[in-house]
């Protein structure tokens, strides 16, 4: 499976973005998907999961109210819209696909990664 993240650029602060994962694959909608980010000299984390139907979603704190992660299984996307940006939100943004049968916010628990795009806030 390959994953392709984009969407990523340089916003200022209280600006939107909306990132897109192209999957490859037939299996796409079988498998519940995540977005994680990695901001420079940080631990990469995790900002939002969805299940493979996209019925439940989880958000991590800092990002609740204010990201909202989608998903086409017609397209085989997921999407993360992102409102109200803050320049904390600076980042590389992770698409992910979870393990089978997996639905968590433990990146142990994801076994495809896309490349990452960049999310650039300006205060």
């Known amino acids: 499976v390959q994953l392709q993240a984009s969407g990523g650029g340089l916003v200022q602060a209280g600006g939107s973005l909306k990132l897109s994962c192209a999957v490859s694959?037939?299996?796409?909608?079988?498998?519940?998907m995540g977005w994680f980010r990695q901001a420079p000299g940080k631990e990469r984390e995790f900002v939002a999961s969805i299940t493979w139907s996209g019925g439940v979603t989880y958000y991590a704190d800092s990002v609740k109210g204010r990201f909202t992660i989608s998903r086409d299984n017609a397209k085989n996307a997921v999407y993360l819209q992102m409102n109200s940006l803050k320049p904390e939100d600076t980042a590389v943004y992770y698409c992910?696909?979870?393990?089978?049968?997996?639905?968590?916010?433990?990146?142990?628990?994801?076994?495809?990664w896309g490349q990452g795009t960049l999310v650039t806030v300006s205060s």
């Open positions: 992910a696909r979870a393990r089978s049968g997996a639905y968590s916010r433990a990146l142990s628990e994801y076994d495809s």
């Open positions: 694959g037939r299996t796409f909608s079988s498998y519940n």
